[in-house]
């Protein structure tokens, strides 16, 4: 007979997201920190449209008009 292996129960999600190395835990997280950074000015932008003129030229930070 043939040898066959047993199939193995699906990864857990911890497992999933655990890095495989320190190298891509840290290229995880800056890419991370650069999508933030690149994402909160067009946030901003389309918060900034939502609110009255008033309101913009105001010095409040806030990204969920009233």
């Known amino acids: 007979m ?3 292996v047993a199939p193995t129960a699906p990864a857990s999600w911890v497992e999933r997201l655990r890095p495989k190395s ?4 840290v290229t995880t997280l800056l890419l991370f920190v650069g ?9 901003w932008l389309f918060s900034s449209i939502l609110n009255a003129t ?3 030229y105001v010095i409040v930070f806030s990204f969920i008009p009233n």
Not at 22 to 25: E, G, T, V, W
Not at 35 to 43: I, K, N, Q, R, T
């Open 54 to 56: 008033v309101v913009v």
């Open 22 to 25: 320190l190298s891509r835990a």
């Open 35 to 43: 999508a933030w950074v690149m994402g909160v000015p067009f946030f």
């Open 2 to 4: 043939a040898d066959t």
